[in-house]
Nanobody
Framework: QVQLVESGGGLVQAGGSLRLSCTAS????????MGWFRQAPGKEREFVGA????????YYADSVKGRFTISRDNAKNTVYLQMNSLKPEDTAVYYC?????????????????????WGQGTQVTVSS
């Protein structure tokens, strides 16, 4: 069973940048496809992006494409979400999640049902 802990959230002005980290303990992180999700107040949790277990495949929601980048360092059991050109609408609690299944459309389109393990979330607030 994989345990995930996010960090790096905070308050930033619009146009600024933040890098979130998600570190895994226990379990086979290096073989897990990883996803980032976010939930804004009063809204459902939504997919942000995903990275394959090898790191060679990445997918992003249209709302963040070109601004956010996901990467991973399997030696450090860590996946990153680099967020640039932040907008007030990016304000949300950000979660990382792990999927032990295959790298397929369910994982790269953010089907939350295939992500079995979730972190506790980290708050990102973007001021205008």
């Amino acid at each position: 069973q994989v345990q995930l802990v996010e960090s790096g959230g905070g308050l930033v002005q619009a146009g600024g940048s933040l890098r979130l980290s998600c570190t895994a303990s226990r379990g086979s992180f290096s073989r897990a496809n990883m996803g980032w999700f976010r939930q804004a107040p009063g809204k459902e949790r939504e997919f942000v992006g995903a990275v394959s277990w090898t790191g060679s495949g990445t997918y992003y929601a249209d709302s963040v494409k070109g601004r956010f980048t996901i990467s991973r360092d399997n030696a450090k059991n860590t996946v990153y979400l680099q967020m640039n050109s932040l907008k007030p609408e990016d304000t949300a609690v950000y979660y990382c999640a792990a999927s032990a299944g295959p790298w397929n459309a369910d994982t790269w389109t953010g089907n939350q049902g295939v992500y079995a393990f979730w972190g506790q979330g980290t708050q990102v607030t973007v001021s205008s």
